[in-house]
């Protein structure tokens, strides 16, 4: 289940500064460009208060949360694609990543240096965009070529994989991403194959100061990157990355003082933690009870028995059946008991596509 999530950006937009926040891993910060030149990667929980209430009705000795990775990378300067800056080490090491959390400037600070000499979001964007396509249509022409010629012997899988390049090729031409694109379920399956980097999903992040934290649909630099997110159907999440990095030392008493003093619910980061968990199709179920209340995580889809692996192999290899419940019907009944007699535990067999927030037991014999 090892998925990362990579942060990507212009140099000096706040990546690093982001990724200390989320993983409180100190990652080396600069005001100059390239400050991170091998990528970072950390460990991050991921934030789910169904957690605390599991525990607060199924009592266990202490509650594990689920995890999952970020990478931070180094700063992308316009001609990577062509070698500049740290190009072909910038783009390889996004090619690694499962998803993308693209981190915008939004914010004005004369101390901080814009490699563009300016604030601009959707140049950033584009800048960043363009050179994931051109290395994209670089690969996809290399890739033509080598398809062709055997789709010409009437090769059909050769045939099938040259339709999806020359529908793939004209987007990349216009320095539009593949992920814009419409595909049905063999031509995605060909897509994958292809790892593209502008196939990725993505978030788009826009870096906000922090006066604009407890509101940043009004703040001109995010509506400008949520405008060019949902042109491309991607998320988009404002965060003060600095001020976040700020208050991830703090407990959690400190921590929701702060929130509340600057009128925010909760924290950017833990709605950025958890969309790009989703964005990686990864779900969550629960044990309770015992020694510890757990999150695990899954990927969508999975069944049962796959699931149960993610506990242990022998869980996979001598499944019987999943005892299961859903959170919202222990949240809504409180005790195990009750949902029994409410006829809401459910006995699940090797079919069984697991779903998120279901909290299992299982039943095994090797």
């Given at each position: ?9 212009l140099p000096n937009v706040g990546k690093s500064t982001l990724f200390n926040a989320i993983t409180k891993a100190g990652a080396e910060m600069a005001n100059y460009p390239f400050a991170t030149i091998e990528p970072n990667v950390g460990m991050v929980e991921v934030p789910d208060k169904r957690l605390a209430r599991i525990q607060e009705l199924v009592p ?41 959390i693209h981190v915008v400037r939004s914010f004005e600070d004369d101390n901080i240096t814009s490699v563009t000499g300016k604030v601009d979001p959707e140049e950033d964007i584009n800048t960043i965009n363009l050179e994931l396509a051109i290395s994209d249509l670089d690969a996809v022409n290399r890739r033509i070529d080598k398809v062709k010629k055997l ?216």
């Amino acid at each position: 289940m090892s998925l990362t999530a990579g942060i990507v950006g212009l140099p000096n937009v706040g990546k690093s500064t982001l990724f200390n926040a989320i993983t409180k891993a100190g990652a080396e910060m600069a005001n100059y460009p390239f400050a991170t030149i091998e990528p970072n990667v950390g460990m991050v929980e991921v934030p789910d208060k169904r957690l605390a209430r599991i525990q607060e009705l199924v009592p266990a000795k202490k509650i594990v949360h689920t995890t999952f990775e970020f990478t931070d990378i180094a700063g992308l300067v316009k001609g990577a694609s062509k070698g500049e800056g740290l190009g072909n080490k910038f783009l390889e090491n996004i090619r690694q990543t499962d998803a993308i959390i693209h981190v915008v400037r939004s914010f004005e600070d004369d101390n901080i240096t814009s490699v563009t000499g300016k604030v601009d979001p959707e140049e950033d964007i584009n800048t960043i965009n363009l050179e994931l396509a051109i290395s994209d249509l670089d690969a996809v022409n290399r890739r033509i070529d080598k398809v062709k010629k055997l789709a010409q012997q009437k090769d059909k899988e050769a045939k099938a994989e040259l339709q999806v390049l020359q529908k793939i090729k004209p987007v990349l031409e216009e320095g539009k991403a593949v992920r814009s694109i419409s595909f049905n379920d063999e031509e995605e399956k060909i897509v994958k194959g292809l790892f593209l980097l502008t196939a990725k999903p993505v978030i788009y992040v826009a870096n906000i100061a922090e006066e604009a934290m407890a509101n940043p649909e009004a703040d001109q630099y995010y509506q400008i990157v949520k405008k060019h997110a949902d042109s491309e159907n991607a998320g988009c999440i404002g965060v003060s990355a600095a001020t976040e990095e700020e208050i991830a030392g703090l407990d959690e008493d400190e921590k929701a003082e702060f929130l509340e003093a600057e009128g925010v619910s909760e924290s950017g980061l833990d709605r950025l933690i958890r969309a790009a968990y989703h964005l990686l199709g990864l779900r969550t179920f629960f044990t309770a009870g015992g020694p510890e209340t757990r999150a695990w995580t899954f990927h969508e889809g999975m069944k049962a028995p796959q699931v149960a692996g993610v506990i242990h192999s022998d869980f996979e290899r001598g499944f019987i059946r999943a005892e299961v419940v859903s959170f919202a019907d222990l949240n809504k009944y409180e005790t195990l008991q009750k949902v029994k007699e409410a006829g809401r535990l459910r006995l699940e067999g090797k079919d069984y596509e697991v779903q998120d927030g279901d909290i299992i037991e299982f039943r095994f014999n090797v």
